[in-house]
């Protein structure tokens, strides 16, 4: 069952999002710091990714059952043709 499973793995994503730009950033500014250039604040795209990541995720959380069914009925027919 791909369909299902990329579904969870889109979502888990979304979900972790925000952490991952954090440590993104900290690794980043590490670095930066480490050439004696200023920090970058990712604040404002963290922002945008957290609207668009929490759209997705809603939306994948909605349409979970959906793509669950529609795999099962395609794998049955499938089993059936064969």
């Not at 069952?1 to 991952?20: G, H, K, R, S, V």
């Amino acid at each position: 069952m791909l369909i299902p499973e990329l579904a969870d793995y889109l979502f888990t994503f979304a979900e972790n999002a925000d952490m991952y730009i954090y440590e993104a950033q900290a690794v980043i500014n590490e670095l930066l710091r480490s050439f004696q250039l200023a920090p970058i604040d990712f604040s404002s795209l963290l922002e945008t990714a957290d609207k668009y990541l929490t759209a997705l995720s809603d939306t994948l959380k909605d349409m979970l059952p959906q793509i669950v069914e529609i795999t099962a009925n395609f794998i049955s027919v499938s089993r059936q043709l064969l």
